[in-house]
C-alpha cells in the first residue's frame, strides 16, 4: 500500500516537474506488459539477433521496464512479419524491427500487401555501411581496375551476393549503369558461402561489411577496393568511396530501425522515440554500434517519413531498370 | 609438440568447474532440444544467445556449442521410436531404426544410434584439431560445379533407397524435386508454385514434410488395422535393451564411414548434416554384404547415419574457426554470438583467443562423454515408451507432430501442411511408394537447381563447366556408375538366366 502511494506521488511529481518544464504530456503512455518485437527473420537471422542485442542493452541501461519479447515471424521475404504487424493495428504493445527488405519486398511481390506506408514509422536506429572487396591476390587494386577490367571482357568477372533485390546486387546495378561496365552477379544464399566463394576463387568481388571484411584482410585474405558510402569509413581510412573514385552513384543504404502498428496513438509514437533517444545516447549502444562497425543513423519524425518515401521510390527506380518486375 | 601443448591448454580450461558445468548445461539442453522435433539447435542458440552476455566468452561458446553437437544425440530418439524425424538429418534414421523397434529392438536401435554419435562426435572433434587448416583451405575450392556435383551424387541414393521399384522410387523423387522448387526465386525474386499464399513464398519447410510423411502417415496407416492391432514387444532385462557385441562389430564399418563422410560433408559451407546421413547411409548400403536387407531393421542403417550426423559438427565448425566462414545456420548463430561478446571471428580466431579454441575443440571431447554417459542410461527408459498402449501412443505421436511443426515458424498454416502431407504420406504407403526418395528429392532440390543454376550464370550458359573441372567430374563419374550398377547386375542376371535355360 504504502509503496503505491509513493509511485503515485513519483508519477505526480513527474509530471508537475515535465510541465514546469514545458513539456505537455497529457496523458503519456506507459507499457503495462510485455513488448512484443517482430522480426522477419528466425532465430539467428540478421533481424533477430539485433533484436535480442537491443532487449538485452535496453535492460542492462534500464530504459525500459517491460521486457521486449523477440516474436520471430519469418516468411515470404518480409512479408508475413509485415501483414502481421498490419493485423496488429492499434495495438500498443508491438513494435517491429525493419530493414532494407521491408521496403523493396512489396515492390517485387506480389503477395506482400502490407507495404512500408502502412506501417508508423518510430526510428532508424543505424545504417549499415558496406565494402567492395576482392581476394588479396587479385590484380585488382582500385574500383577502376575492377570496372576497365569489368569492361574490356563484359560478362566475365564474378560477384557473389545474396538475393537480386538485396543491396549486393542494386550496387553492382547502379554501378554498371553509371559505368557501362558489365559483371555476373551470382546469388547464394548464405552469407559464409558468398565468402567461400571469393576466396576460392570461383567468383572475384563481393559486397561485404566492413567488420566481417576487417579480420579476413588482417588474415591477409582479401582486399577492399571502395567504399559503398558517401564518406570513408573510420576502419578503412585509406580506402577511397565510389565517388572519390569518379564513380558516381547513389549510395544504396541498408537501414535498421523500429516502427508500429498501424494506428497507434501518438502518445505511444511519442513514447518510444524518448525510449529510443535516451537509448541511442546510451554508452553500451554506442560501444554495441562500434564493434559491429555501423553507422549511427538516428532518424525520427518527418524525417523518417522523407526517408522512406524517397527509399521507395529509388528501390522502384533501381528494380526496374534492372528488368526486375515490380509489382507496386 | 606443440599440439600437446595446447592440448593440455586446452583441457586446463575445459575442466574447471565452471566451464565442466556449462558444458553439461549445453549437452543437457541440446539432447533435449534434439529429441523435440521441431525445434532445432539453431533456434535454442539464438534464444539463449542474451543470457550469454553476462557470461565468461570461453564457458559461453562451450555451452553454445554443447546445445549443439548435443542436439544430434537426441534427433533419432522419436525417430527410432516413433517415426517422427526429430530434425532434419535424422530422416535416414527412421528407415531402419523405426522397424528396428517394431521388432522389440528399440533398445539397441537407440543404444547403436549414442554410441555411433559418440565415435563419429570424437572422430569429427580430433578432425577439428588435428587437420582443420587444410582441410578448410580443400574445402574452398567447392564451387557451384562441385556442390551440384555433390548433389547429384547425393540424388543417386535414389538407387538405394527405393524399395522394390525403381521407378517408383524416381518418381517419389520428382515429386520431392519439385516440391524443392515451391516457393521464390533466389536468382529472380520471382515466387513459384506458391498459388497467391504468402505462406509459400519461402518454400515448404522440410520438417513439414517429413513429419507428415513419415509420423502422420504410419499413425494413419496404423489406425486402419485397429482390429488386430498388436503392441510392440518390448523385451525386458537390460540385456535386450543394449546393443550386443555382434551389433558393435557389424557396426565397425558402419562407425568409420559415417565418422569420414560426417565429417568432410560438414567441413564444406554448403552442404549440411542432412546429406551426410544420406551418402553414408547410401555408402553403408553399397558395401554391405546384405544390400537388400537394409530398410527392414539393420543395424548398420542407424549407426552410419547418426553417426554422419555427429561427426559433420565438428567438421562444421572447421570453417567457421578457422576462416570465419559458418557452414550452417546453427554455425551462423555461434559466429554472430562471437561477434555480439566482442571477439572478431575469423580467420585469426584461434590465433587470437588460443584459450578459447583449445577450450572448445577439448571441451567438445569431454562434452561426447557426458553426451554417451547421459544418453545410454535413458534408452532403457525412452524404449519403455513403446508399451504404451495403441489409443496413447497414437494420439500422442499426433501431438507431437503438430506441436513440433507448429514450432517451426508458429504458423497454423503449417500445420494444415502437416495434414495434407500426411494423407499424401498415407496414399504413398498403400500405393507402395516409399518416402526416403521424396524426402531426399526436397532436401537435395533446393541446392541441386541453385548449385546448377550458379555454374551456368558462372560459365555463360555452357554446361561443359560440370565436367572440365576435375572434382566435379570425379563425383559425377561416381554418381553415373552408382546409376549403372543395378541395371549392370539386372544384365548379368538376365544373360546367367538365359545360360541356365540354354543348358
Request: aromatic share 8%; glycine share 12%; charged share 15%.
Amino acid at each position: 500500500m504504502k509503496r503505491s502511494w509513493c509511485c503515485l506521488l513519483l508519477i505526480t511529481s513527474g509530471f508537475v516537474l515535465s510541465g514546469a518544464g514545458g513539456i505537455a504530456h497529457a496523458a503519456a503512455f506507459e507499457p503495462t506488459k510485455p513488448i512484443e518485437a517482430v522480426v522477419h527473420t528466425g532465430p539467428g537471422g540478421g533481424s533477430d539477433i539485433f533484436a535480442r542485442a537491443i532487449a538485452e542493452l535496453m535492460q542492462k541501461e534500464k530504459i525500459i521496464a517491460q521486457r521486449l519479447q523477440v516474436v520471430n515471424k519469418s516468411g515470404g521475404g518480409s512479408a508475413v512479419a509485415m501483414s502481421y504487424l498490419a493485423e496488429k493495428k492499434g495495438d500498443t504493445h508491438t513494435i517491429g524491427f525493419f530493414t532494407g527488405v521491408w521496403i523493396t519486398n512489396p515492390l517485387t511481390t506480389m503477395e506482400a500487401k502490407t507495404t512500408i506506408a502502412d506501417l508508423t514509422p518510430i526510428v532508424r536506429l543505424v545504417l549499415e555501411p558496406a565494402v567492395f572487396a576482392v581476394k588479396a591476390d587479385s590484380p585488382y587494386k582500385t574500383m577502376k581496375d575492377f570496372i576497365e577490367a569489368a569492361k574490356k571482357n563484359p560478362n566475365q568477372l564474378k560477384q557473389s551476393g545474396g538475393s537480386v533485390t538485396g543491396r549486393d546486387n542494386l550496387v553492382r546495378l547502379v554501378v554498371q549503369k553509371a559505368t557501362g561496365a558489365k559483371w555476373v552477379f551470382v546469388s547464394f544464399p548464405s552469407g559464409g558461402e558468398r565468402i567461400a566463394n571469393l576466396l576460392g576463387g570461383h567468383v572475384e568481388a563481393m559486397v561485404i561489411e566492413p567488420q566481417e571484411a576487417g579480420e579476413h584482410i588482417r588474415a591477409g585474405n582479401m582486399r577492399v577496393i571502395a567504399a559503398l558510402t558517401d564518406k570513408r569509413l573510420p576502419s578503412f581510412p585509406n580506402v577511397p568511396t565510389l565517388k572519390e573514385q569518379g564513380v558516381n552513384v547513389p549510395v544504396i543504404p541498408q537501414a535498421r530501425g523500429i516502427l508500429a502498428p498501424p494506428g497507434v496513438p501518438k502518445e505511444v509514437v511519442q513514447y518510444w522515440e524518448g525510449i529510443f533517444d535516451r537509448f541511442a545516447k546510451s554508452a553500451n549502444w554506442k560501444q554495441y554500434v562500434e564493434h559491429n562497425q555501423f553507422e549511427d543513423g538516428y532518424l525520427k519524425g518527418p524525417g523518417l517519413n522523407k526517408f522512406f518515401d524517397d527509399l521507395t521510390v529509388q528501390m522502384r527506380e533501381v528494380l526496374k531498370e534492372a528488368g526486375a518486375k515490380v509489382v507496386r | 609438440m606443440e599440439s600437446i601443448g595446447n592440448l593440455l591448454l586446452g583441457f586446463s580450461v575445459a575442466l574447471t568447474p565452471g566451464n565442466l558445468f556449462w558444458c553439461f548445461v549445453g549437452v543437457f539442453l541440446g539432447t533435449v532440444v534434439g529429441i523435440l522435433p521441431g525445434l532445432g539447435p539453431a533456434a535454442t542458440i539464438a534464444m539463449l544467445l542474451p543470457l550469454t552476455f553476462k557470461m565468461d566468452h570461453t564457458a559461453a561458446i562451450i555451452m553454445l556449442a554443447g546445445i549443439y553437437y548435443g542436439s544430434k544425440y537426441g534427433g533419432s530418439t522419436t525417430s527410432i521410436l516413433l517415426n517422427v524425424p526429430g530434425e532434419s538429418a535424422s530422416v535416414v534414421t527412421c528407415l531402419d531404426g523405426y522397424q528396428m523397434a517394431r521388432q522389440g529392438r528399440a533398445g539397441p536401435a537407440l543404444g547403436i544410434a549414442a554410441i555411433a554419435s559418440f565415435v563419429a562426435g570424437t572422430v569429427g572433434v580430433i578432425g577439428l584439431m588435428l587437420i582443420a587448416p587444410p582441410v578448410a583451405r580443400f574445402a574452398l575450392r567447392f564451387g557451384p560445379p562441385e556442390y551440384f556435383a555433390l548433389m547429384a551424387l547425393g540424388l543417386t541414393m535414389v538407387v538405394f533407397l527405393a524399395g522394390k521399384s525403381m521407378i517408383k522410387g524416381l518418381l517419389a523423387m520428382l515429386v520431392g524435386l519439385w516440391l524443392a522448387g515451391v516457393g521464390t526465386d533466389l536468382f529472380t525474386a520471382e515466387s513459384r508454385f506458391t498459388f497467391g499464399q504468402m505462406e509459400l513464398l519461402d518454400g515448404i519447410d522440410f520438417v513439414v514434410v517429413s513429419i507428415g510423411i513419415f509420423a502422420v502417415a504410419e499413425v494413419l496407416v496404423n489406425m486402419e488395422s485397429r482390429g488386430g492391432t498388436e503392441l510392440f514387444k518390448v523385451p525386458r532385462g537390460i540385456r535386450n535393451l543394449m546393443p550386443t557385441l555382434k551389433d558393435l562389430k557389424d557396426c565397425r564399418f558402419a562407425f568409420l564411414n559415417g565418422s569420414v563422410i560426417g565429417f568432410l560433408i560438414g567441413v564444406l559451407p554448403g552442404a549440411g548434416s542432412t546429406i551426410a546421413s544420406f551418402l553414408s547411409y547410401g555408402a553403408e548400403k553399397a558395401f554391405s554384404r546384405y544390400p537388400e536387407k537394409f530398410g527392414t531393421g539393420v543395424i548398420e542403417g542407424v549407426a552410419a547415419p547418426e553417426g554422419a550426423n555427429n561427426s559433420e559438427t565438428g567438421g562444421a565448425l572447421v570453417p567457421l574457426l578457422t576462416l570465419g566462414i559458418p557452414g550452417s545456420n546453427a554455425t551462423a548463430i555461434l559466429l554472430a554470438a562471437l561477434i555480439l561478446w566482442g571477439i572478431k571471428p575469423g580467420p585469426l580466431l584461434i590465433q587470437d583467443n588460443p584459450g578459447l579454441f583449445w577450450g572448445l575443440v577439448t571441451s567438445m571431447y569431454v562434452g561426447n562423454v557426458m553426451l554417451l554417459v547421459l544418453n545410454l542410461p535413458l534408452v532403457p527408459l525412452f524404449a519403455q515408451i513403446l508399451r504404451v498402449p495403441y489409443f496413447v501412443l497414437y494420439p500422442g505421436i499426433l501431438g507431437i507432430s503438430i506441436v513440433g511443426v507448429y514450432s517451426v515458424s508458429n504458423s497454423l498454416f503449417d500445420v494444415w501442411m502437416l495434414g495434407l502431407f500426411g494423407l499424401l504420406g498415407y496414399a504413398m504407403r498403400k500405393l507402395d511408394f516409399p518416402a526416403a526418395p521424396l524426402v531426399l528429392g526436397m532436401v537435395l532440390g533446393d541446392g541441386l537447381e541453385r548449385a546448377l543454376r550458379q555454374s551456368l550464370m558462372m560459365s555463360e550458359g555452357r554446361l561443359s563447366v560440370l565436367i572440365t573441372r576435375p572434382l566435379s567430374a570425379a563425383m559425377i563419374c561416381v554418381a553415373l556408375a552408382i546409376l549403372i550398377m543395378p541395371l549392370v547386375n539386372k544384365v548379368r542376371s538376365f544373360r546367367v538366366k538365359a545360360v541356365e535355360q540354354d543348358v
